[in-house]
């Protein structure tokens, strides 16, 4: 099973590298394929964390399973970086875990959503400072007005799980928000903070980023 001969306290794999479905920066100007976010798991001294589950339930079974080695009803804890649908689609297979998400994005989407999604949303706790010991949430908003990343260290290093605070390589290095950003000045202020304060940059739809190859 993942992490379990690993002496670190926040062990952590990627489950699913994400892509977007357009990517203005491989001078895509239309959708090429269905969006898929970057979905990682993380092993703390509160059990398993999945950030962002990013295929549909029936699927994450077996992506669980072949990546990290566990079972669904092994993963204690979820949190959202933001509310979009590709970054919850797999919330359904954790019934039994608590969801997380800041409160400021659960505010933000009360008045915006109806039916199943306001169900969805109503399930979720806010994941304020402390809701986990050694992961700290840290505000990057601009893609979403709460969007939040997940700070904490791991081997030495600083790692960022900053969702769609940074979607990819190319959008980190031109400090670039999404076209669909709520304030892209703010994205960029976010950008530039996670840059500053992590070592390893986990981004919403890439594999993970080392500030000294950027």
Avoid at 21 to 38: A, D, F, I, Y
Avoid at 65 to 76: I, S, T
Avoid at 95 to 117: D, F, L, N, R, S
């Amino acid at each position: 099973m993942f992490g379990m001969d690993d002496k670190d306290p926040h062990a952590w794999i990627i489950l699913t590298i994400g892509h977007l479905s357009m990517n203005k920066h491989w001078g895509e100007t239309e959708r090429k394929r269905g969006p898929l976010c970057t979905c990682t798991l993380i092993r703390t001294p509160e059990g398993l964390l999945i950030v962002d589950p990013s295929l549909q339930p029936p699927e994450m079974p077996k992506l669980l399973m072949d990546q990290a080695g566990v079972l669904p009803e092994e993963v204690r804890h979820v949190f959202v970086t933001h509310f979009h649908g590709d970054h919850r689609f797999g919330l359904d297979a954790f019934p039994h875990a608590p969801w997380w998400m800041a409160p400021e994005e659960i505010e933000y989407w009360k008045p915006k959503v109806t039916g199943p999604e306001a169900v969805h949303l109503a399930r979720f706790r806010p994941a304020v400072p402390g809701f986990l010991p050694g992961i700290r949430p840290v505000p990057a908003p601009g893609h979403t007005p709460g969007t939040t990343a997940l700070l904490f260290d791991s081997k030495g290093k600083r790692v960022a799980v900053a969702g769609d605070a940074v979607m990819t390589a190319d959008f980190l290095r031109a400090r670039e928000g999404f076209h669909n950003s709520t304030d892209p000045g703010m994205a960029r202020t976010s950008i530039d903070a996670l840059v500053r304060d992590a070592d390893i940059i986990i981004p919403g739809h890439d594999n993970y980023i080392s500030r000294d190859l950027l």
